[in-house]
């Protein structure tokens, strides 16, 4: 079966640090892998996604960036987070055996930066 | 531009009856349709979905219904119970294009005992 895993589950910085989170699933090759954010009150905003190593498209423009240094591995960072950078970030994955057009999602990860 | 839209933010029904969660989308080119629940603190878990060749799929308790001319869904769950509170989005993609969702806004549904 397939997991997918992201850590830490929360995380509380200062204004002005770096980030980084981890995403990795496991139990499929070559999936899409996908970075959203929900913040408070809202939906779910797409930030990245990556059809393969190396691949990355961005949604929005912002201070975050997003890389695939492996087939199952995808990494969130920023170099100096704001404070708008708050939320709850979630990454997700397509592919087989589920099939590219259903994204499963994994626990997320709280980001408060103060 | 929002083009997926869930106009009822929150939503109470009765333990046991039949619950309807709306979404209504804008852009024509989406032909395959998602339903996700999401508890507090969670990641989303994938619920049912339906592409734009079906007008109803049923799964248990739940059933989408897709109105492909009024550009509307519904997420119907009957009966409701206590776990089913939490918060319903709908989401929207183009087939054969890179699979990427659009979501709604969410409903936030409570389960009355």
């Known amino acids: 079966s397939q997991t997918i895993h992201q850590w830490p589950a929360t995380l509380v910085q200062p204004v002005g640090s770096p980030l980084s989170l981890e995403c990795t699933v496991e139990g499929t090759s070559n999936p899409n892998l996908y970075w959203y954010r929900q913040a408070a009150g809202r939906g779910l905003q797409l930030l990245f996604y990556s059809v393969g190593i190396g691949q990355i498209s961005s949604e929005v423009p912002q201070n975050l960036s997003a890389s695939r240094p492996q087939d199952r591995q995808f990494i969130l960072s920023s170099k100096k987070l704001l404070l708008s950078d708050s939320g709850f970030y979630l990454c997700?994955?397509?592919?087989?055996?589920?099939?590219?057009?259903?994204?499963?999602f994994g626990p997320g990860t709280r980001l408060l930066v103060l | 531009d929002q083009q997926v839209k869930q106009n009822s933010p929150s939503l109470s029904v009765q333990e046991g009856r039949i619950s309807i969660l709306n979404c209504d989308y804008t852009?024509?080119?989406?032909?395959?349709f998602l339903w996700y629940k999401k508890y507090p603190a969670e990641g989303p878990t994938f619920l049912i979905s339906?592409?734009?060749?079906?007008d109803k799929n049923e799964d248990g308790r739940f059933t989408v219904f897709l109105n492909k001319s009024a550009k509307h869904l519904s997420l119907h769950i009957v009966p409701s119970q206590p776990g089913d509170s939490a918060v319903y989005f709908c989401a929207a993609s183009v087939l054969r294009g890179n699979e990427k969702l659009t979501f709604g806004t969410g409903t936030r549904l409570t389960i009355i005992p």
């Open positions: 339906i592409s734009s060749i079906k």
């Open positions: 852009n024509s080119m989406f032909d395959y």
């Open positions: 997700a994955w397509s592919g087989f055996p589920g099939g590219r057009e259903t994204q499963y």
